[in-house]
């Protein structure tokens, strides 16, 4: 009771195995030995005999830095969560009525969502008698795909659900290419202002 689970490898006197393969510390193959050898080779040069495949038979151990590889994990895991992307899904809300210049601001809206990597639901809000001409709802959703088709493709067409037409567009460029040109586009407007500054002096 109150054990903790633990997924970090076996190491040293925690290997119960009799016999393992082993792995040298440059990475050459020993071959099977049995476990109080390998633990005298590994203390011999100061470093850690460790189980990197406990399911094979007999398992297969290294002797290495312990520490030192634990660092490295860590190290590798971080930086698999920078590179991570995260997609988010914007919404933006429009009626069948809706005028023209409200149109082109959310049409600007939903481009600007595209440009920077994210996915855009649109939803088309039907109110009391709009509900019995959905096409109007539709044709407006299909104006705007077209409208930002240099940016989007569709990725879910336009459904009906109650008072609510749905449509998904998804971004041609993927998430990590617009953050980074969006980064680039900010440090070459940086740069020229720094160069006007310097002209100026």
């Not at 094979?56 to 151990?61: D, G």
């Not at 539709?138 to 879910?156: G, M, P, S, W």
């Amino acid at each position: 009771m109150g054990a903790q689970i633990t997924t970090e490898p076996r190491i040293n006197d925690r290997i119960r195995t009799p016999q393992i393969r082993l792995i040298g510390h440059t990475g050459e193959q020993v071959g099977v030995v049995d476990i109080d050898t390998a633990l005298k080779m590994a203390d011999e040069i100061g470093l850690d005999l460790v189980e990197i495949a406990p399911d094979a038979l007999p398992p297969v151990c290294k002797i290495m830095d312990f520490g030192k590889y634990k660092y490295e994990v860590a190290q590798k895991a971080r930086e698999a969560r920078q590179n991570q992307t995260h997609i988010v899904v914007k919404e933006v809300r429009l009626t069948p009525k809706i005028e023209s210049h409200d149109y082109e601001t959310k049409r600007t809206q939903v481009e600007k969502f595209l440009k920077g990597g994210d996915k855009v639901k649109v939803t088309m809000k039907f109110r009391g008698r709009e509900q019995t001409r959905p096409e109007l709802g539709y044709k407006l959703l299909q104006r705007l795909a077209e409208d930002v088709a240099a940016f989007a493709f569709i990725e879910f067409a336009p459904k009906q659900e109650g008072r609510n037409m749905t449509m998904v567009l998804g971004p041609t460029k993927k998430k990590n290419e617009a953050v980074a040109e969006q980064r680039a586009a900010r440090a070459a407007v940086k740069a020229k202002a720094e160069a006007d500054a310097k002209s100026t002096e």
